[in-house]
């Protein structure tokens, strides 16, 4: 087998090996649980814990031998092999904050790029016992249930959809707080389901979309495919921000993200 | 063994046969989940579906075959034996939005009442597998563990706390939308965990304090006796809406609450 060529043959066979891993780092994050836990505070000004640290240096240990001549990026540490034609993204802890304080909302998050695109998607929540995963023409997958995320039949069933977004700040910090604000005056149920537990639930059509702002890669990369293959609509803005690329997101049911569209006036 | 004496002994038995109750409810909710169900529209507006009924029908009956002297009060029918010592209230799908769009974190809240104060309290949580329970001179528990809510040590640690708020339509309907919008905007990581699963991370101290506002009796009620048992402060003010009583809450963390209270000037 060619590592570097896309096919659907390839993808799955990826797509398991990923699924295996995401099966070691939520063992390693269970155990970690049962046990007081270090954290610390980055430059940002965000916590990252011990435990975000240990499963992204055994996600990037891992995928190096499975896959030598692929690219990592990862939220805690530098880019390699940034020439590669497949990319891995990593998000060890998606909801940092959450886990810190035990909420059971928290996920580990993986996905595969080539060319720009995402072509595998994995978030695992082990809160909850589900993994979501899904490749490029495989599908996607809530552990083993295949989903078909189904639209509101029209716009007037949107109103008893949940709209779930993104922390305020990063509204703030991409410079658009009035669309939160406007968000959270909806005539819907609006719920701040923030991080890779909203991102799973607008995947699984659970939540109708979400908006989440101020992105970066990891963050959005398996939401991207997973959403798409659910037979969900995705829609992202890229800004620079200094040197790094954020992303601003809106996804779900297809008529549902339509109108987030229109009715936020976002464009 | 006289049921209409309040002592610790009776209510261990109480607490111990009301855990069974939420054994049988979570059977009839996980089999119901499995299966497609009808909902309908309520004349205020909310939905209500038929494993909420379902689930209302198994307790009372329960209930009123292990505590005939004691009266009920619940969401979806009308009250029982209003004059006894004793009432139990129950809220049988606490986020019935959450249940309708499968999203797992609705529960099943069951309370005791004595003299206007809650004795007992229970939430459970199916999609969590976590059953929350305890009762005055007992404790709290989250099943079989039992909880001691830390307080955070200092003001300045409240910022990296998370703050839970109901939606913002209870806010609207007790007349100050301006509080949740003001809450949007603290200082701190804030979080829409609506229903009882807010309650619940509040009351095992995952997140500061809850701020909860428009609540029926039965929404409230196993909060006010599991919060205070695990160790956190409970701020309850009743509101009378025409033949109704309204709760606004706001509990967690003492200093958090305390914290909260004078930020959102609330008196």
Redesign the interface.
Known sequence: MHQDSLSEVVLSTYLAQARELMGETRELITRALQREFRFSLKPDES?VTEIDMDVERTLRSRLKQLFPSHGIVGEEFSQENTSAAFTWSIDPIDGT??LR????LFGTILALRYDATSVLGLIDLP??DRLYSGGMGIGAFCNDRPLRTMDVENDADIF???ISVG??SGFVKAGMPHI??NI??LRA??????DCFGHA?AI?G??GAMVDFDLNIWDIAATEILVQEAGGKYVCFKRADGETDRYDAIFGKPRVVDWLLRTLAIT
């Open positions: 916590f904050t959450s304080h035990r909420v059971p809160g909850l008893s959809e949940i922390g305020r939160f604000d959270m005056k149920h609006v719920r701040t389901y923030s639930m699984e659970a939540v």
